[in-house]
């Protein structure tokens, strides 16, 4: 008997499956970011016709129920994520103030010039 | 005080964000004092500091969006080093500074006998720093003790003085509050000999107001756990 969770999990993986591709195509990501969240939405895929496949992982780290473990699953991945995006916003952080630094100087050598005199 | 030849390669950096209220008073200051290279780095203020600043005979870096102080001071310093200079200061732009202090600033410099002086304003007893924010700048000096073994009495003054040899080997990366536990934690990484020299900080309601509230401390703190975990 099809679970009506296990219609949403199908054909949302396929919506999103199909979203990434579109973008893939579309050069807005690229292979490896592709290929990682097409792994996902096909194992959403994949779980939700066959939630089987859960109680295998779940009981391989001996956790009771199988919700439990893609819980604890997911909260450990978005942390990683939120890790690796935090870092990426500092490194932008970074980058743009380099960008601000060397208009400043450039502008600063403009006047000099401008004026003719020099610093010391 | 000081000879005219080591002042033509001394550069004053300060960091300006919205300071036309102030800026003209500490350059003239500094001016009156014989530091003519003054280089002052608008980090992104819309009103007249640029302007002021530039009209006051200060050499004026634009930063055309707000960076925050420790990407402005990095870079004046950068500015300095490019010019040729042999000694750069970092000094605060809400005139809580004297101009008055830095011939004891650079002496221990000039003297060969340190990298890098920093001011305290409790070498000296000064007794007018507002309660609760003496006790976070105290909170803050063992923190940096703590964390990076640099022994100072006021861990947060922005009155400092570096050899040529100490500002190249500086890089601010922490753009905003956090940059001054950085520039200690430079030091020491990079060996530097360091001095506190005893200056007076004028509280005047205006730059107690204008200036960061003691309630940033906490963001401070945060930050530079964040970069000591994560880097």
Not at chain 1, 1 to 7: A, N
Not at chain 1, 51 to 72: C, G, K, M, T
Not at chain 2, 120 to 131: A, C, D, E, K, T
Not at chain 2, 163 to 191: F, G, P, V, W, Y
């Amino acid at each position: 008997m099809v679970q009506i969770i296990q219609f949403v999990g199908v054909a949302f993986g396929i919506f999103a499956l199909l979203h990434v591709y579109l973008s893939y195509r579309k050069s807005v990501i690229r292979t490896y970011g592709f290929l990682f969240w097409a792994l996902i939405w096909l194992s959403t895929i994949v779980v939700s016709l066959h939630p089987d496949v859960l109680q295998l992982i779940a009981n391989a780290f001996e956790i009771q129920r199988s919700i439990d473990a893609l819980i604890y699953l997911s909260i450990v991945v978005l942390f990683y994520l939120i890790f690796k995006l935090y870092l990426r916003f500092d490194d932008l952080e970074r980058e743009s103030t380099k960008i601000v630094r060397m208009i400043a100087l450039a502008e600063a050598e403009k006047e000099t010039k401008g004026k003719g005199k020099g610093h010391a | 005080m000081i000879k005219t030849e080591i002042l033509k390669k001394t550069f004053v950096v300060i960091a300006a964000y919205y300071e036309e209220k102030t800026i003209a008073q500490v350059l003239a200051g500094l001016h009156k004092e014989g530091y003519k290279n003054t280089i002052v780095v608008d980090d992104g203020s819309t009103d007249t500091t640029s302007l002021i600043a530039r009209k006051h005979g200060a050499i004026v870096l634009k930063h055309i969006i707000n960076r925050g102080q420790g990407a402005a001071l990095q870079t004046g310093i950068s500015y300095a080093l490019n010019h040729g200079a042999t000694m750069i200061i970092t000094f605060d732009a809400d005139g809580q500074h004297q101009a008055s202090d830095l011939p004891n600033v650079l002496q221990p410099i000039i003297d060969g006998n340190a990298d890098v002086c920093l001011g305290s304003r409790f070498r000296n007893g000064q007794s007018n720093v507002p309660l609760f924010r003496k006790l976070l700048l105290k909170l803050g000096v063992l923190l940096m003790r703590v964390m990076y073994g640099i022994r100072l009495t006021d861990s947060h003054n922005g009155l400092r003085a570096f050899s040529r040899n100490a500002a190249a080997q500086l890089h601010i990366t922490a753009d905003r509050m956090e940059h001054a536990s950085e520039i200690l934690e430079q030091i020491m990484r990079h060996k530097l000999r360091y001095l506190e020299i005893p200056v007076t900080i004028k509280y005047t309601p205006y730059s107690l107001h204008h200036g960061q509230s003691s309630w940033n401390a906490v963001n401070i703190a945060f930050q530079m756990l964040k970069n000591k975990l994560l880097r």
